[in-house]
């Protein structure tokens, strides 16, 4: 089966990158997600894919790791 990927992921700033990149084995530190995170800095679909990758329970979406799409979503609770 083809994996099918929205539209917006053909113009994201990661498209050529590695993808192992943005699936670092240590999302806590802060050296396994620099070099993803300043691509994401650099993205036109930044936020489409932050969108995408809230549901996600592994890799940096959006620019964010996992656990700081978990904080994001603690916190968007808690001013709700």
Do not use: Q
């Amino acid at each position: 089966m083809i994996p099918v990927h929205p539209e917006w992921m053909k113009r994201g700033a990661c498209l050529n990158v590695n993808p192992a990149l943005f699936f670092p084995h240590r999302e806590d530190l802060i050296e396994d997600t620099r070099e993803a995170k300043a691509v994401c800095a650099t993205c036109r679909v930044c936020d489409e894919c932050l969108v995408f990758g809230m549901g996600e329970r592994y890799g940096i979406w959006g620019g964010l790791t996992a656990n700081d799409r978990k904080a994001l979503k603690r916190h968007r609770r808690s001013v709700a």
